[in-house]
């Protein structure tokens, strides 16, 4: 039996929310790691290229709360005798369950409540499954976006899975193709991306699984070394098996978050496991472009169990396994221009001997584990597997299942209008018929291309193409978003110039108003305009005081510069409503804690304050519990520092 269908399953979940309306411009992006001895000076180098200041053009995904409802997910399902796959199109293409028939269990970390939180690059994220990071490092941009999904009908009558995207920060187009073939032990995926630019782009790639974490759970790979972070101290040469006094491999025995990419030779095959105390558990292959292995642990301290609750409420603990293009994430590998890199992954039941896969002797379970998996899917197969993905990889869509952004219709139109051939798209079609949400989210823009006035719109872009154009338009809302243009590329005095042209016309909208000087603000403080700076951010936030994103930035701002005053005032103006959202409470608190109203805050954090979009290990909480509580202890809610 092989099948694959399309249909729905149903989730307990928050609406994902609208996007924030401001444009990502200041260079906000962190690098988590700091490289220690013992790192090759390679992969030095490889960290230090390709880094980007923030992510520009997407916006923000923030909107989301954690009020949790029944929601019909559309989904792909695709089965065989051994396995079922399901698939959610509208959520990344995420691969969210993966069932293996024979021991009856899941291999993935699947569970039916789906919680988005701030860890992704646009924050939205959700834990479960396995997902696609592409770009830079951090949980991809389109990880909780439509994509073009569609089957494909092979020669010999076989369906494919096929998903696809125009990635808008590196601006190549990505796909995922998955197939299900009968009989197989193993769910394969093969990943192209393509590079339609005359000149190179960083790229970024890492396949990321999460699965089960329990008491006797054992990660193995074909490495003894790895390069190890905790995210505190430099990332240094590690033995995992002897890692701070304890064998690491055992996902328990970590005390706290840590990563470990594992050391594999260039010319040993590429794999990673995850075994429970049966020796079941996600087996990930991969043909040697995929070069890079993982694991992360969230650790057994208060934090990481509190984030674990926080991204699946009640679905139990879990872990990381991740496959990737470089051989750590702190890199990006320089693509060629016109490049086009493929590889095959495959994801089945390890099926390992516990004995041997739990083994004290860790080259023993290596060993063990390599004789395994080449039973399980030899390397023969993934390269025929390979030849076999490539073959079909122009096929045409026998079958539409959902659309997915109307980005790369416009970056088509983009290159055609400057004469500039684009990739062919016959395999992977953006849509010629968009939805009224792609007319609005890009009819600004392919009016601009055609010639006509540029009116304004809610959506960014980037590119010399694009400033081009709007400086050649030179009315108001060209000229304010060629300012935001520059502002996001970091020419801060070009920003500023531009945000005056623009503030001084007389036909620039309402909206367009407030996010110039919202940008006029922030370039006044990276340029060292601190008084000037909050004060036109306090400005612009009360011109549109019911937005809540401007409104908590108006007020972080002030308080880290040191007008609290300030940041409280703007929060007791906000329309009704608004002091009841949980970074704006958390916010007031931290107001009012800095004017030395230590015991107003107080009360604020005893009567409860829930950040949905609180950070990945940010302790504000419970610092300033500590500050004005002292001696008492911090409540578990409060608790989400990963050490």
């Not at 698939?87 to 028939?101: A, I, N, Q």
């Not at 978050?257 to 996600?282: M, S």
């Not at 702190?330 to 004995?355: C, I, Q, R, T």
């Amino acid at each position: 039996m092989q099948n694959l269908s399309f249909s729905t399953i149903t989730l307990n979940m928050a609406e994902l929310g609208p996007n924030s309306p401001l444009p990502v411009v200041a260079a906000e992006m962190d690098q988590p790691y700091r490289i220690g001895d013992g790192v090759p000076e390679e992969l030095q180098a490889a960290a230090r290229y390709g880094q980007v200041p923030n992510m520009f053009p997407y916006l923000i995904q923030d909107g989301y709360s954690r009020e949790r409802t029944a929601h019909e997910v559309p989904a792909v399902v695709l089965e065989n005798s051994k396995l079922r796959a399901v698939v959610l199109p509208t959520l990344g293409g995420r691969l969210w369950e993966l069932f293996d028939k024979a021991s009856g269990k899941h291999l993935l970390h699947t569970h039916g409540t789906l919680q988005f939180a701030n860890i992704a690059l646009r924050k939205a994220w959700f834990a479960g499954g396995l997902e696609w990071n592409i770009g830079t490092r951090g949980h991809s941009p389109t990880t909780c976006d439509r994509l073009h999904t569609a089957i494909v009908k092979t020669p010999e009558g076989h369906d494919v899975l096929r998903m696809w995207e125009f990635e808008r920060l590196r601006e190549v187009v990505f796909q995922v193709d998955m197939w299900l073939p009968e009989d197989s032990d193993v769910l394969l995926t093969a990943v192209r991306i393509r590079n339609p630019h005359d000149h190179e782009v960083p790229m970024y790639w890492w396949s990321n699984a999460a699965v089960p974490e329990t008491a006797e759970t054992r990660v193995v790979a074909p490495a003894s070394e790895a390069f190890g972070s905790d995210y505190t101290t430099d990332i240094a040469r590690v033995r995992p098996t002897e890692h701070e006094g304890m064998d690491a491999t055992w996902l328990v025995n970590s005390t706290h978050a840590a990563d470990f990419f594992f050391d594999i030779q260039p010319r040993h095959r590429h794999w990673i496991a995850a075994v429970d105390r049966d020796g079941d558990g996600l087996a990930m292959l991969s043909t040697s472009l995929l070069r890079g292995k993982k694991l992360f642990v969230w650790g057994q301290g208060d934090g990481g169990k509190r984030w674990q609750e926080w991204l699946s409420p009640g679905a139990g603990h879990y872990a990381e396994i991740q496959a990737g293009l470089a051989q750590t994430q702190f890199e990006h590998l320089a693509m060629p221009a016109g490049a086009e890199w493929s590889w095959v992954e495959a994801y089945g039941n390890a099926k390992l001997d516990p004995a041997r896969s739990h083994s004290q002797d860790w080259d023993a379970a290596v060993t063990h584990a390599s004789a395994r998996l080449e039973e399980l899917v030899p390397d023969s197969e993934l390269e025929i597997a390979l030849a076999e993905a490539a073959r079909n990889y122009a096929l045409p869509p026998a079958e539409m299942l959902v659309r997915g952004s109307a980005w790369g219709a416009l970056e088509s139109a983009r290159w055609r209008h400057w004469g500039r051939e684009w990739l062919d798209e016959n395999g992977t079609p953006f849509a010629e018929d968009p939805t009224p949400e792609a007319i609005e989210e890009t009819g600004p823009w392919h009016s601009l291309l055609d010639g006509a006035s540029f009116l304004g719109s809610g959506t960014f872009v980037a590119g010399a193409d694009w400033e081009e154009l709007l400086a050649k338009d030179g009315g108001a809302e060209a000229q304010f978003h060629l300012a935001t243009m520059k502002h996001a590329r970091q020419d801060l005095q070009g920003a500023l110039a531009g945000y005056g042209t623009a503030l001084i016309a007389d036909n620039l909208s309402p909206r367009s108003t407030v996010l110039a000087h919202r940008g006029r603000a922030l370039a006044l403080l990276a340029t060292g305009n601190i008084e000037e700076g909050v004060a036109e951010l306090a400005a612009a936030s009360r011109l549109e005081p019911s937005n809540v994103p401007l409104l908590s930035e108006a007020m972080t701002l002030s308080i880290r510069h040191g007008n609290p005053a300030q940041a409280l005032a703007l929060a007791s103006e906000a329309p009704a409503g608004m002091s009841d959202v949980g970074r704006i409470r958390f916010l007031t608190a931290l107001a009012l804690a800095g004017l030395g109203r230590g015991q107003d805050a107080a009360a604020v954090l005893r009567s409860g304050v829930e950040i949905p979009d609180i950070r990945e290990g940010e302790d504000g909480i419970a610092a300033l519990w500590q500050e004005v509580c002292p001696g008492e202890p911090v409540p578990a809610d409060y608790r989400f520092a990963m050490h």
